[in-house]
């Protein structure tokens, strides 16, 4: 069992920091997490992915947000972090948490898990 729990979503002004996080939990078997990533879903608009990072802390960002917002990770924690600075109305949305989580006991298995998404709005 994969669970993904987001916390920090919410109402910020324009020019405003936001701190998402995303914590993953597993029961019943070992496990390995790999990339793990944010994403995002506005109204009337596809989700896509924000930014994500490996298990090795290589990341990779939309360029929308390149410069504004930056992705950690706490391993030990199986944490994921997203530090928004600068946001704009058009970052409204509700963001996901994403992980790519393999499960060792049988049957082995690997894929990805989604959190039930957290409200950012950017508004004044």
């Known amino acids: 069992q994969v669970q993904l729990v987001e916390s920090g979503g919410g109402l910020v002004q324009p020019g405003g920091p936001l701190r998402l996080s995303c914590a993953a939990s597993?029961?019943?078997?070992?496990?390995?997490?790999?990339?793990m990533g944010w994403y995002r879903q506005a109204p009337g608009k596809q989700r896509e992915l924000v930014a994500e990072i490996t298990s090795g802390g290589s990341t990779n960002y939309a360029d929308s947000v390149k410069g504004r917002f930056t992705v950690s990770r706490d391993s030990a924690k199986n944490t994921v972090y997203l530090q928004m600075d600068s946001l704009k109305p058009e970052d409204t949305a509700v963001y996901y948490c994403?992980?790519?989580?393999?499960?060792?006991?049988?049957?082995?298995?690997?894929?990805?898990?989604w959190g039930q998404g957290t409200q950012v709005t950017v508004s004044s």
């Open positions: 597993v029961s019943g078997s070992s496990f390995s997490i790999y990339a």
């Open positions: 994403n992980a790519d989580v393999a499960l060792y006991s049988y049957p082995a298995r690997r894929a990805y898990h």
